[in-house]
């Protein structure tokens, strides 16, 4: 709780410096969000696009991040507001991204994680006869992040922005992979854009919509039971609930439910991460440990509770599996 | 885009719709990870808004603190619901953050809604 203000007060300032400065959260000028499309051969323009949003991709920086905010927080007592800011915004500015990708080098199991994911989410895709384009370097982010943090007057020129993007390009529809994103082209770009025509389609509703056309091919190596973990965007803003179970049940999947699961689901925590490390921790074990307790393979369908999840993986000797990887698994 | 002033009466608008049933403490997530402390669940963070807005309260560290580590996860809403009154809480708290945000990017150390 001390020394609140400075942490979030640096937080907003960077992700507001970030955005304006290079469009990406992490204020990358280098796109780091095509590597898993390279050898997917997508079409670079479509009514219908896959949209990233580069979430999955962003996660082996996110962790870099974040551990940097918990390297920094011992010094901010002895820092004023404002030369902290000052510090902060220029390092970042300067070296940031140099660091946080020279850092993120380690980080090979989450970034394998992710890319296996968005295959696997277009495999299946493919299979029901959907090839959209993807967009690549100019895949645009959402801006949710400036959303959830209260940042109104950034948000709205941002989403402008992305939404005449996306219509220079001839999108109509948007294919989804993460619940996030999902929300916010489905619920808060329509508040601020009049005639608001994009039609906005999780891959999971898709695939409900298509379950006769989706056959198992592999699935060697896919273990006998799993346990669900729900999302909460997912759920309880999309109300995006049986469509996974659906989607499981016709690959023939096994799996459990937990005690809070569907609407009743628990938080992974991922949202506070950014500067309240210690107080997610503490959600997110008591949500692990319960689902842990049923099954020691967890399927999530969001890429904040899989990175959030992952780092029990070693110490509860359990296995986080997005539902893509599994869509990969089952599929390829 | 709400303006500043039609953010804050739609605010102190919906907030007094809260009839302090609690049945939206137990279920928060923060609440529960802080071990009882009512201002980290989603009827105490309306509370803090709610007398942050009337002048009564300051944003200090703890404040600030009650009002960001709001998940967003809305399982307050889904309570709510059930025990009739379908209050839109996270985005309440998210409207409210709105109104801080600004001041706070600004880094003054007397920033207040």
């Known amino acids: 709780m001390q020394q609140s203000k400075i942490m979030i007060s640096q937080a907003l300032a960077t992700l507001k410096d970030n955005m304006a400065r290079t469009g990406d959260p992490m204020g990358f000028t280098q796109p780091y969000w095509t590597d898993w499309a390279e050898k997917t051969d997508m079409p670079r323009k479509g009514p219908t696009i896959l949209l990233t949003a580069r979430m999955y991709q962003m996660l082996p920086y996110v962790i870099q991040e974040t551990s940097l905010v918990e390297t920094i927080r011992p010094l901010l007592p002895l820092l004023s507001v404002k030369a902290f800011a000052k510090m902060m915004a220029m390092g970042n500015a300067v070296a940031g991204e140099a660091v946080i990708k020279f850092k993120a080098r380690n980080a090979q199991n989450i970034r394998l994680k992710g890319n296996t994911a968005l295959t696997g989410i277009l495999a299946v895709l493919r299979q029901t006869g959907l090839d959209p384009a993807y967009l690549y370097e100019n895949e645009p982010y959402s801006g949710v992040l400036l959303y959830d943090l209260g940042l109104e007057k950034d948000i709205a020129p941002h989403v402008y922005k992305v939404y005449s993007h996306l219509k220079d390009q001839g999108v109509k529809q948007v294919v989804t992979v993460d619940p996030h994103t999902t929300y916010m082209l489905r619920t808060i770009y329509p508040k601020y854009i009049r005639n608001y025509e994009l039609r906005v389609i999780h891959y999971m509703e898709y695939l409900f919509e298509n379950t006769k056309k989706i056959t198992r091919h592999g699935s060697c190596g896919l273990p006998d039971d799993f346990v669900l973990h729900d999302s909460c965007v997912m759920t309880r803003s999309l109300n995006i609930i049986h469509e996974m179970r659906r989607i499981m049940n016709c690959l023939d999947i096994k799996f459990l439910e937990s005690e809070n699961s569907r609407q009743n689901t628990g938080c992974c925590g991922g949202p506070v991460e950014y500067a309240y490390g210690n107080l997610s921790k503490n959600i997110s074990q008591a949500r692990i440990h319960e689902l842990a307790s049923i099954s020691k393979n967890i399927i999530v369908a969001c890429p904040i509770c899989m990175i959030n999840f992952s780092k029990y993986e070693k110490e509860l000797g359990i296995r986080i599996w997005d539902m893509g990887e599994l869509l990969h698994a089952a599929i390829l | ?113």
């Open chain 2, 1 to 113: 885009m709400i303006p500043q002033k039609t953010a804050k009466t739609k605010l102190l608008k919906e907030i007094t719709k809260c009839r302090a049933c609690r049945f939206c403490v137990d279920v928060c997530p923060t609440y529960q990870a802080s071990i009882g402390v009512e201002s980290m669940s989603a009827f105490g963070r309306l509370q803090i808004l709610k007398y942050l807005l009337k002048g009564r309260l300051e944003l200090d560290d703890a404040m600030t603190f009650c009002l960001y580590t709001c998940l967003q996860c809305k399982r307050c809403e889904i309570i709510c619901k059930s025990k009739g009154q379908n209050l839109e809480i996270c985005e309440l708290i998210q409207l409210g953050r709105s109104l801080v945000s600004p001041t706070l990017v600004k880094g003054g150390k007397n920033a207040a809604i």
